[in-house]
């Protein structure tokens, strides 16, 4: 028997298919179909049910996976607790991430950790819903919700607290009075994020405000989507203001209330609970604080 086999099978099932598992493990989709195809020979039945979109465990796979999956993933634990005794920054690491910050806060970031490393590979999967980070095997998944999974599982961290503003475009604001305290947009169409059912804003005095969105006009996770919403005057949008900033200097969008600020949103980077973090992993992270140091530092400049 060849136990890499047994495992590539583990693989495949706790990353949900053979396409996702290849890029978590940086091996060849083909090599972990022969590798399955070659154990269902030596065991003489069949373990999937293979069709285009997804793989299903058979009777007999579901029995095997659940007898060898503890060992195996004990196996990778230990391999990877030698792996973070060492200062070496190499592997793949697999990263998760919403749009509104994978794709501007963690993409230069991302080639820069690669051009240091020559023997560092990095998966960034940028996602417009909530992000299983023990189901899918990631080393870090950076989320906005501060209590997704249950401590014993994972460990928590928090890297970035983005800025954000309300934002609309000029084309829209000529059909309405111009909003000078956050209740008058209420009476205005407004894009909202799947979760958000109010916004919480604050004056000059500290003094809090909460605007309830009942019912927008348009509700998208994918930050882009509702981006482009606002852009072609669809409603008014809140929004990071790095994401946004091209949009504001080209004229497509004005920031509103500029009196009041918006609640920030923060990211949280998740873990699995390991004892010791791999060099890449930490190397990552402490490369992002540096990051999230110095665009805190551009925000307070005046």
Known sequence: MNWDDFDAFCQVIAHGGFTVAARAIDRPKSSLSASVARLEL????????????????????EALYRGISKPFGELREIALEALAKGDAVRGMLSIAAPYEFGAHH?????????????????????????IDLIGRNYDIVFSPHDHPLSSTTVVMRRVFSLERGLFAAPELLSKFSKPVRPEDITAMPLIAGPEDFEWMMKDAKG????????????????????????IAGVGIVRITRSFCQPAVDAGQLAPLLPDFSCEPLRIFAFMPSRRLRPAKVRVFLDSLTLLSETYALNEARP
């Open 207 to 230: 003094l809090e405000f909460s605007v309830p969105i009942a019912a927008p006009r348009m509700r998208s996770a994918n930050a882009g989507i509702r981006l482009r919403a606002a």
């Open 106 to 130: 963690l993409a230069n970031l991302a080639s820069d950790m690669m051009i240091r490393y020559p023997e560092l590979k990095i998966n960034v999967d940028v996602l417009h819903q909530k």
């Open 42 to 61: 030596q065991l003489g039945v069949q373990l999937l049910e293979r069709t285009t979109r997804r793989v299903r465990l058979t009777e007999a796979g």
